[in-house]
Structure formats: structure tokens, C-alpha cells
């Protein structure tokens, strides 16, 4: 464990450090930029050898867990490792130079991977049209509601309100209230699913949709969604498919099958593109023909074998992002489609379930599983036999080098029933067995260390240059 370096560029600074590159260059030697560019007064920029900026960034990017420094089990995220070939593809220079004020023409490019990447997120999902411009899960979630809304106001029908389940992640309350609903919460009966008879109760003549998961949060299967799909149906109502996460169903089975009419899929964790800290991500929403028209632009379509964008017409919502949307994640999600093929995005589900389902089955005996039966791509495994809490046991995790699970419980997400203390872990199909065995490994030791020194695991991280942002937690 080295100890972390808090130093700041400014701290670097000798005078008369340079780069070696340009320790020869003078004002005598430079070119004569044009006077009005010259600068007035000295603005303080740290002089630092290159090299000491070269360590000093290096030191800073490897101060951050990523999914290239170790594990990083964070459930409902699907932190898998990302190919670096897409990066590179992301790269190609026709696409990074393309300039976003390009005549529509000279995209041609964009059009052609927009229609390709179309046409593969419809197949994957079972939908009949897409737009892949939301730039992000949340984003996409705010496109699919908004339709529904301009799907509803167009059959001049009123319906102002939203259900979604008790374990739905929070972004779906919270895009159903930005799109002007008013959000209901279905509770879950004691398997983890919906309660069939509370949804029943409150599918009333003004519910424009039921937002649903599946696998849910929870990581299970909801087995009677043919049962839900034919009641909700059955009162005028859509049904809305958070697809952020498609990881535990991709060629086994399809949300348009299922019987949802709208889906968003977040690129940025099931197609295998770099996430966290904020962004970019891309959000693509696919719909059955009903609600078609209402796709926000722009969407490319394909007239005589050439890709083209298409007018939108006045039932679209309108557009959700400048320009083109995230174009460069895009791509990467192609680069990743492409090289999967069909058959190997579903041995990657198949993947993904059995992994979870080893970690599972493994740690059982010290975090047993909240619902004791198969789970899809993650897991919520209890933090009852802990001395501390699963928070505690999280933090300490990190000074192995394992990023956190998702914690869930009191005071983070609200949670069916009365679950004090849970974490979701999804290793994800990208994991090795090897790396499933050390997880298990170290999971063990600080259960171990929780049983036996509450301090060391209370006190945790104790590598990291800050161990509690927020000290009450
Ligand atoms: C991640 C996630 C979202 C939100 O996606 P963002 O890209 O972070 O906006 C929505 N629903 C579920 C189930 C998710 O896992």
C-alpha cells in the first residue's frame, strides 16, 4: 500500500521548468504570432518538468477504480470490460473529424451506422422503430414517457398517471414526474414480483403505463409478465420496458415478446461501452409501429439502399439532443454488436446469469441470498450475518482492490419489505473464473476480519487518500 500523494499541479511548480521538447525555444526563436494575440499579463500557470506532469496525471488516473484496474461488481450497472477495439473504431478518423454542422450529405457515414445500429437494437428488443439520440438511460426513460404522453393526447385520451414498482431503479419516478405524470408505486409480494392483486386494484381508466424491469432490480424474473402485459393491455394502458440493463435476456428473450411497447436500452452497459463518472452514455428508445411517429429525430431510415435521415413528422416529440446524438458511443455499441453476432450476445447472457449465479451460490453462506432461488445477472445477497453492516463490508472491499456492490436497504433506495442491510452484486459475463474465485476469496477474509475486528472493517477504506466523503456514512 503506497501512500496516496496529495499534491496538486500547482505544488509542482519550480520556476523555469519546461518540457524537453521546448526547453530551447525562446521568444527570440518562437514564430511572431500576431501582436493581438499576445498575452498582457502573467497568468500564473504552474511550471512543472514534463515528466513530473506526465507522473503526476498517471498517479491521478490510477487514484480512481475502473473495470481495467479490478473487479467492479456494481449491481444494476453492468461494469463489464469494454473491448479497446471499439475505442479505436470510435477513432476512425471519418467519424472523430466529421464536423456536426457537415451538410446532412456528407454524414452519409453516420446515416449508414444510424440505421444498422437501428435495426440491430429492434431485433435485440423485439421492436418495430428506434432512435438511438437519447444520451442516456434517464434520458431515454424521459423519450419513451413523453411519447406515450403524445400517444395518448393524440386519441385525445386523458391519462395522467404512471405505476411503477416498489423495486423499480429511481430514475423511472423520477423521468414519469419530468414528463408530467403523476407516479403510483405497486408493491411486490413476497417472492420479489408484482403483487398481480394490488396491480389490478390500481389499473384505473387513467393509467397511461405500467414502467416495468425485467429481470427486475431485484435480479428475478418476472414470470407472470403475460399475465401483466394482458392486463394492463386489457385497460388501455402501455407498458414501458426499462432496458438499461439487457444483460441477462439478449437472444433468449425479447421485451416486444414479452409484450412491452416501449423499451430504452442504455449502449453504455449492455453493448459494452466505458461508463461511469458521469458520461457520455447513449439511451437508444425502440417502440412497436403504434407509437412510431412519435420517435424524437433525428432517426435514419434506408431509401433505395442508401442510409438517409428521415422527416420528422408532427407527431414526433420533437428533439431530445443537439446534433446527432453520441455518435462516438454509438459506434462502439455497433463495433460491439457486430463482433458478437447473435449467437455470442446470448452466450454473454448466458454468461452473465451463471456468473452471478456461482457468486451466489458461494458466498451463500456468509451473505445468503434475500430470495433464495436461481438469480438472472445479479444477486441481492443479505448483510444479516454481519457484525457491521453491508455498507461497512463494502467499504472495506476497496482497499483489496474490488469496487463496492450496490447497497440497498435503509437509507439508500427505498426497498420492499424490511431489508435493513443488502447488496446487489452483477460480476457480469467479462469476469473470468479466476477472478469470480479471488472475489470469493476476499469476500470471505472480510467477512472474516468483520467477525472479529469491527474496528478495521468500521474504519474502512484505509488505502485511499479519502476513505468517507460524506463522514456520517
Ligand atoms: C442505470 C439504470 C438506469 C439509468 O440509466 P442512466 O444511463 O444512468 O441514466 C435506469 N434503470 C435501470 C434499471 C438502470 O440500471
Known sequence: MTTPNSQTILDLHRPGATSALFHSVGPASAPQAPAFTHRRKVIGLPEVAEVDVVRHYTRLSQESHGVDNGPYPLGSCTMKYNPKRHDALAQERGFAAAHPHQPETALGGVWELYERLQAMICEVTGMDACSLVPAAGAHGE?????????????AGARRPVVL?????????PASAAMAGFECRIVPSDLRGRVDLAELRAMLTPDVAAFMLTNPSTLGLFEDQIVEIADLVHANGSLLYYDGANLN??????????????????????????????????????????????????PVAQRVEGVACPLVPGPQSIGRMKSFHGHVAVLLRAYGYLRTMGAAGLR??????????????????????????????????????????????????????????????????????????????????????????????????KVFDEDATDEALVGSAPLSRKIARIDLNN
Open 142 to 154: 424521459l423519450a419513451g414517457l413523453l411519447m406515450i404522453r403524445a400517444h395518448f393526447r393524440h
Open 164 to 172: 411503477v414498482p416498489d423495486s423499480a431503479h429511481g430514475t423511472n
Open 248 to 297: 441477462a435476456l439478449m437472444g433468449v428473450v425479447r421485451p416486444g415478446d414479452m409484450g412491452f411497447d416501449v423499451v430504452h436500452v442504455n449502449v453504455h452497459k449492455t453493448f459494452s461501452t466505458p461508463h461511469g463518472g458521469g458520461g457520455p452514455g447513449a439511451g437508444p428508445v425502440a417502440v412497436k409501429r403504434a407509437l412510431a411517429a412519435h420517435l424524437p429525430g
Open 347 to 444: 452466450e454473454a447472457s448466458m454468461h452473465a446469469v451463471l456468473n452471478a449465479n456461482y457468486l451466489q451460490h458461494r458466498l451463500a453462506h456468509i451473505l445468503p441470498p434475500v430470495y433464495r432461488q436461481f438469480c438472472k445477472h445479479e444477486t441481492l445477497l443479505s448483510g444479516e450475518k454481519l457484525n457491521t453492516s453491508a455498507r461497512q463490508f463494502a467499504k472495506r472491499l476497496i482497499d483489496y482492490g474490488i469496487h463496492p456492490p450496490t447497497l440497498v436497504g435503509a437509507g439508500c433506495v427505498y426497498f420492499p419489505g424490511d431489508l435493513k442491510s443488502a447488496m446487489l452484486i452483477e460480476p457480469t459475463e467479462t469476469e473470468t473464473k479466476a477472478s469470480l474465485d479471488y472475489q470469493v476469496g476476499i469476500f470471505q
